[in-house]
């Protein structure tokens, strides 16, 4: 079917600014449920280019119908410490799959626009504005300037999301710059994710080789700093070497993490969601699970205020509560244990091997491990061993009192 070619300056009732997975998700819903929608988007293609390793757990595919799109699947992890000592994690069967990612978001879009939403594409939203009880928004498309108006205006533009600027949102509290190449040649065991950690490799975060089809993504993410000149260090590695000699860059990806716990993901006609919202895990940097399910809850709020013609902040407040108090629990978590790991010093993360690398843990870690929801192992590894108490931080302290009877 071919997508809807609008060539007037029009009013819809929610204008949905970006098409990553969160826009292109809740554009689909909101016009499944007969609203007019606009999906706007300011690269000419949908997906491109790409910022993202594609890792995803299976439960993306209860929100979206693209398993086409699957380009591998993972059972386990290598983790490296930082003098290169390595730790072996196998679920033994697929803990996670791997998405193309450029075609994974088009397909989502695809998907809005077969139930009704109309594509804006080369299209970038430079103002918005409230008027009339409405939102004004001035996109600029190819050069020619329009203006879309909305009952809703839904900010699903990403880390430096403008529209969260504009209605004085939130800001998220750091980015962390990631960056990351697509390499062809790459070897070792497809079924297996290598995580790469310690303060000269990527610190504050960390580095990964993530399998994909016939390429494998190698990337990082640090604190601060040149992410770029970081991973070309990480690439010196004798660890990451022995996978990586040889193997011949494809595709550079940079890109960057939010990180923080908004306040108010919402205001009078105005939305915001997925990483426009810091809906990423801080543990991994995964927001695509994370995102979707915000983007869900978004959706059911922005029909709820459709259906009674009220837009007012008091509404859509109920966005915000419902994920605040679902994926919102564990993305608090996840914080807090990523600002515990990301003061440790190498020596303290050679520490951490050595308690992780027995029997015990190792089977715990593979039995409970879930990449969307990493505090559930956390407190499990704690109970078999308070030693781990040792390493966590004020913030995560707390937390483990109400979750954990040690
Ligand atoms: C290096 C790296 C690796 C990652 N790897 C993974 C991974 O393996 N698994 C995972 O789950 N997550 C991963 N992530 C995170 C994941 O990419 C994001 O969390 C996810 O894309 C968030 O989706 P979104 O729809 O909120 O935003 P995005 O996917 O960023 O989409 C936002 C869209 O808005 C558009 N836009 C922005 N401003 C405007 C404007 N003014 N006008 C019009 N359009 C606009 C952008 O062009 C973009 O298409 C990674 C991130 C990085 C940086």
Redesign the pocket.
């Given at each position: 079917m071919m997508p809807h070619v609008v060539t007037s300056a029009r009013s819809f009732d929610v204008v949905v600014?970006?098409?990553?997975?969160?826009?292109?998700y809740l554009a689909g819903k909101v016009a499944a449920a007969g609203y007019d929608v606009a999906l706007?988007?300011?690269?000419r293609e949908?997906?491109e280019p790409i910022?993202?390793?594609?890792?995803?757990t299976p439960r993306v595919f209860e929100y979206v119908r693209c398993k086409e799109t699957i380009i591998g699947a993972v059972h386990g992890a290598e983790l490296f410490s930082p003098s290169g000592r390595r730790l072996v994690i196998d679920g033994h069967h697929t803990q996670a799959v791997v998405v193309q990612?450029a075609m994974f978001?088009r397909a989502i879009a695809t998907d809005a626009v077969r139930k009704g939403a109309h594509t804006f594409l080369g299209?970038?939203?430079?103002s918005a504005r409230r008027e009339d009880g409405r939102v004004a928004v001035s996109?600029d498309q190819d050069g020619a300037p329009r203006t879309l108006r909305a009952k809703i205006l839904v900010g699903?533009?990403?880390?430096?999301?403008?529209v969260a600027k504009w209605f004085n949102i939130l800001r998220p509290r750091k980015i962390l710059p990631?960056?990351?190449v697509e390499m062809t040649g790459v070897r070792g065991d497809a079924g297996f994710v290598k995580l790469f950690i310690g303060n000269e490799i990527a610190p504050g975060f960390f580095g990964w080789i993530?399998p994909s089809g016939d390429t494998a993504r190698v990337?990082l993410?640090v604190g601060e700093g040149n992410a770029y000149a970081y991973l070309e260090r990480m690439l010196q590695r004798p660890e990451v070497k022995q996978y990586t000699k040889g193997a011949q860059p494809i595709l550079y990806?940079?890109?960057?993490?939010p990180l923080g716990f908004p306040r108010r993901t919402y205001a009078d006609n105005v939305l915001v969601?997925?990483?426009?919202a810091c809906?990423?895990k801080a543990v991994?940097?995964?927001?695509?699970?994370?995102?979707l399910t915000c983007?869900d809850f978004a959706s059911r709020t922005v029909i709820e205020a459709l259906e009674a013609n009220d837009y007012s902040a008091r509404v859509l407040h109920r966005y915000h509560k419902a994920w605040t108090k679902s994926i919102g629990k564990e993305l608090r978590k996840d914080l807090a244990i990523h600002e515990s790991f990301a003061r440790l010093r190498d020596d303290q993360f050679e520490e951490l091997f050595d308690i992780f690398d027995s029997p015990e843990m190792r089977l715990l870690i593979e039995k409970k491990g879930d990449i969307d929801f990493p505090s559930k192992v956390g407190w499990a590894l704690i109970k078999e061993d308070p030693r781990l108490l040792k390493y966590v931080g004020k913030a995560l302290r707390a937390m483990i009192v109400k979750n954990v009877v040690v």
């Open positions: 600014i970006g098409a990553g997975p969160a826009g292109g706007v988007e300011e690269h949908i997906g910022q993202c390793g594609g890792l995803v990612r978001d299209a970038q939203a430079q996109i699903c533009d990403g880390v430096r999301s403008n990631g960056f990351e993530i990337g993410c990806i940079a890109g960057g993490i969601v997925g990483d426009a809906q990423a991994s940097g995964g927001g695509i699970f994370t995102s983007s």
